[in-house]
């Protein structure tokens, strides 16, 4: 079984470029009560539109807002595999990775606290192309505010990493000191 993530569009983009390899989390309104989890190790990057705000957005990053150039189609660029992840319970410590990623320090304080619950996790995702995209329909079951797709049984012809592994590893390695 494949899954796919879905991710603003922007954030997809930015991953799928290597500028950045760490996104931070909460979930979406339908996700469980628990909120936003790790559920798969390796998954596909889902690319959405839907509440892209470039208000959220650091400025270097909202160059790359676009709408969507096939609505009703997506179109899923990469495979994501975490690296690490962290659930983290300090909006101090969230704060700090302000710079590893897309969001503004509002955004991620916003996130933080949303549902009076005090927490976000950090994904450090090391990203490989897919050597073709893979193109779908949307269907009514991908709709809506959820982190998580089932995709089925499909074949997911895989590059090798954007990054390479060594900085990869200094990127986690600038994670974990701000930790």
Known sequence: MTSALKEWDTQTRLLTQGRLSLLIRKGGIMETHDGFEVEHHSFLLYPTFLHQNPEELQPQYRDLLRDDPVPGQIQLPALAEVVAVHKIESLDAALRLEPLQALTAAAIERRFHYRNRPWVHALLLRIRPLSQPIILPETPE???????????????????????EAELQERRKALEQLL
Do not use: F, H
């Open 142 to 164: 991908m709709l809506g505010c959820v982190s998580w797709v089932p995709l089925g049984d499909i074949e997911v012809p895989v590059g090798q990493p954007i990054i390479p």
